[in-house]
């Protein structure tokens, strides 16, 4: 291959891109190139500051490893082909594991059929990817949108919220602080972080944000909104908060907030992206606290980590609103053939595999190991806290947080802080990691944190 950094000609550069996807293997040779041509072409034409960003996490922090390969079910390759154990699962999107084969035989075989829907006639998996749905979310959720990533569902969920509300004259939205709902401005604007929402100010008018797990303060932003005449159309939440560093608020937090919209007849948008399909060790985090929202809001896992693709699942009263015209919230990508055969393969490996109730009992085992370990380094280690496979470990300060997750890269285990909270970094590997991967986790972190001690 005649080698491109100066290559001035678009459609020779396209051709030897297309090489790399043809080729099975590399050369010595190739690697070279491909890393040279990867850092070149991320730092003039994706974004230099990720640069700056991953090396903190890569060995020797002289350049980026650059990935090649799903390995087994549970790792990955870099173009040297070092191993990696993923217990990152790409923010939990690897829930079924790297390249499921009932997911990927799903999509191979649509692909030959048909990838993108007509858009005209009916598209026949878009209908029961939602009837497959409707079976397996808790209560009466009953009518799917479908879109392609996490914020779009926020984007849907927040817009229903108004159709149905903007009639009985609400229009005010309750979040929490720490809460991650995704970067467009919609979702941004009940995602808490002030470093992604200050370039962007002001974003839509009426969200409030108060203390995640706190009842009274909910009922006092409540009272609050009540004494200004600004009535609330719904309140927003995760159950257990992802980004915010895996926060699990107390028992009774979620069916008081249900209560709480119940009683002043607001609705309750539940974020499921990253905690649903099976993440905390119940197909849905809220189920844990037998709640059910009037909006459900999933992406991240539901593609089985081949495709993209997100749901907002709402009851026949919220999503009649479009029902005269469904017209008034579309996308063209949402619920594509692709997309929905990912989504059916997914749910029906979760489901014949045990793959929640997997969670439930590797990750306990898990956080009972970490835990342990940790307490071995109260100078280092705040708290270790998760649920299921969605686990986190609160170090003392940033500093600390990203060792640990440079140190563990070179053991070869990929983990990362979480985006609103540096000093936690996560757990959350595939639901098919094995006990064994497990035990191997642990050593490596017990060596790990006596390294840094
Ligand atoms: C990741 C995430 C989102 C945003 O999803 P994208 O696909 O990145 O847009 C929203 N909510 C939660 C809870 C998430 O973890």
Not at 187 to 197: C, D, E, G, M, Y
Not at 418 to 430: D, F, M
Request: with cysteine; net charge negative.
């Amino acid at each position: 291959m005649s080698r491109y950094i100066n290559e001035s000609d678009p459609k020779i550069v396209a051709e030897q891109a297309l090489e790399w996807v043809m080729k099975e293997t590399l050369s010595a040779d190739d690697i070279t190139t491909l890393s040279s041509e990867t850092l070149d072409a991320f730092y003039h034409h994706v974004n230099p500051g990720f640069l700056e960003y991953r090396k903190s996490v890569t060995s020797g922090g002289s350049y980026a490893a650059i990935e090649w390969r799903a390995n087994g079910p549970n790792t990955l390759l870099d173009i040297h082909g070092n191993e990696y154990l993923d217990c990152l699962g790409g923010y939990g999107i690897f829930s079924v594991g790297h390249r499921n084969p009932v997911v990927l035989a799903a999509v191979e075989m649509q692909l030959k059929k048909q990838p993108l829907h007509s858009q005209e006639l009916l598209d026949p998996l878009r209908a029961l990817l939602a009837k497959v749905l409707a079976k397996i979310t808790p209560g009466d959720l009953k009518y799917s949108f479908f879109g392609n990533s996490g914020t779009e569902s926020i984007e849907a969920a927040l817009k229903l919220a108004k159709a149905y509300q903007s009639p009985h004259g609400k229009f005010s939205f309750i979040a929490t602080h720490g809460a991650f709902h995704g970067k467009s401005l919609g979702s941004l604007s009940a995602t808490a972080k002030p470093a992604f929402r200050e370039p962007f100010m002001p974003l839509l008018p009426g969200f409030h944000h108060v203390e995640f797990g706190d009842i009274a303060a909910m009922k006092q932003q409540v009272k609050q909104c009540q004494q200004n005449g600004e009535g609330i159309a719904a309140i927003i939440l995760e159950p257990i908060q992802g980004e915010g560093g895996v926060i699990i608020p107390p028992d009774s937090y979620l069916p008081e907030v249900r209560a709480l919209c119940d009683d002043i007849g607001a609705l309750l948008i539940l974020d499921e992206v990253q905690t649903g399909m099976g993440r905390t060790g119940k197909m849905f985090a809220c189920e844990h606290y037998h709640v059910q929202p009037d909006i459900l809001c999933l992406a991240k896992a539901l593609g089985g980590g081949v495709m993209p693709i997100s749901a907002t699942v709402a009851t026949e009263k919220v999503f009649s609103v479009l029902f005269d015209n469904p017209f008034i919230h579309t996308t063209t990508f949402g619920g594509n053939p692709l997309a929905c055969a990912a989504a059916l393969a997914t749910i029906h490996v979760l489901l014949s595999e045990k793959l929640p109730e997997k969670a439930a009992i590797n990750g306990t085992f898990l956080l009972n190991g970490l835990k342990k370990i940790s307490a071995k380094y109260p100078n280092l280690i705040v708290a270790v806290r998760g649920m299921g496979l969605l686990q986190a470990i609160e170090f003392n300060k940033n500093e600390t947080g990203y060792a640990f997750a440079s140190e563990m890269f070179r053991e070869k285990i990929l983990v990362a802080g979480t985006l609103n909270n540096a000093k936690s970094v996560r757990i959350e590997p595939p639901l098919t990691i094995t006990k064994q991967q497990c035990e191997h986790v642990l050593s490596v972190v017990e060596k790990v944190l006596a390294k840094l001690a």
